[in-house]
């Protein structure tokens, strides 16, 4: 397997020429480094969806890498923003089957480790950034409805979601 940075690039490079090879060696080079970054952040019946989810997001995002710059930095924040988005969805699941008043089963926990790892990674967020990241991003508000909700302007908002994200992101990268 080719794993040094200048052969990703290249690869990443001759794939987005539309080199068939190259793109099949990017694809299962990436596999396995997702794979092994996924291993240490989620549920062992998770990691083939997440792996899968960032490979879709990798061939959708192909055209704007630049084979100039190192690959995995690049393939690594994608993959932060497709487990932030997995958060979030399972996140949601846990808040449907709790509205939806079942009785807890063993088979809630993972959604509730979710949640609980999200809250935990919530504390370290300033609370503007918290409330706006989970008003439009996990409540589904939008723009200016979180604005009217918080009282600050929308592009405050937007700069508190990006603010938040990033910190998120920086704090799931080194755990």
């Not at 609980?116 to 939008?142: D, N, T």
């Amino acid at each position: 397997m080719i794993a040094d940075e200048a052969s990703l690039a290249r690869l990443a490079g001759l794939a987005q020429r539309g080199d068939k090879q190259a793109y099949a060696a990017l694809l299962g080079a990436g596999r396995h480094w997702l794979a092994r970054y996924f291993r240490t952040k989620t549920l062992p019946h998770q990691i083939d969806d997440l792996v899968q989810d960032t490979l879709l997001s990798l061939h959708r995002k192909l055209a704007s890498y630049d084979p100039e710059r190192p690959f995995m930095p690049w393939l690594a924040a994608i993959a932060r923003y497709r487990f932030v988005d997995h958060l979030r969805l399972v996140y949601r699941q846990a808040e449907d089957e709790l509205d939806a008043d079942h009785p807890a089963l063993d088979s809630d926990e993972p959604a509730i480790t979710a949640r609980i790892s999200l809250e935990r990674l919530f504390e370290s967020l300033p609370e503007a950034q918290q409330r706006a990241i989970e008003l439009v991003k996990i409540e589904g508000l939008s723009i200016s409805e979180a604005a009217a909700s918080c009282g600050q302007s929308e592009s405050l908002i937007k700069v508190n979601i990006h603010r938040g994200l990033k910190r998120l992101a920086a704090i799931v990268e080194r755990a």
